[in-house]
């Protein structure tokens, strides 16, 4: 059966370059500290989250990693209701400032299945791939 229904448009969301050039910084220093400073400076970025969430689940701290990728996850679902998601639609991968969102969204179903919460793993790999299925097989591919 086809859905007649038209798909709502994607949602871009803004990019923020001060926080991404923050972030390159701190990618370049390579250390805890400096990701920690750009969530502090920057806490509505997605992006600044999802790469503590990404280091500390590498590391093998899974409570930290959900903590953060929660927070990320969470900010993100602000930003994308102010640039008129409702609920539902493409958030695709190929726009950059996405991204921070998306990666959240993947470290979260991680982390969850990790501290035995399997239905909210499921709900976060199943929302991702709904937002965009490249963003699902490009993070599991990494």
Not at 69 to 81: C, E, I, K, S
Not at 114 to 141: H, K, N, T, V, Y
Request: glycine content about 8%; overall charge negative; aromatic content about 8%.
């Amino acid at each position: 059966m086809q859905n007649l229904m038209p798909e709502p448009p994607a949602t871009l969301l803004p990019a923020h370059d001060e926080a991404a050039a923050a972030l390159a910084a701190a990618e370049q220093a390579g250390d805890e500290a400096a990701f920690a400073a750009v969530a502090a400076r920057y806490p509505t970025n997605s992006a600044a989250w999802a790469a503590l969430a990404a280091r500390a689940f590498g590391a093998g701290q899974v409570i930290p990693a959900y903590a953060y990728a929660r927070t990320g996850y969470h900010r993100g679902l602000d930003q994308l209701r102010r640039s008129g998601w409702k609920g539902h639609g493409p958030v695709p991968w190929s726009h950059k400032p996405n991204r921070g969102f998306l990666r959240c969204l993947y470290v979260l179903s991680r982390a969850a299945d990790e501290i035995g919460e399997a239905d909210e793993a499921a709900r976060c790999a199943q929302f991702l791939r709904d937002c965009d299925p490249a963003a699902a097989d490009a993070l599991a591919s990494n």
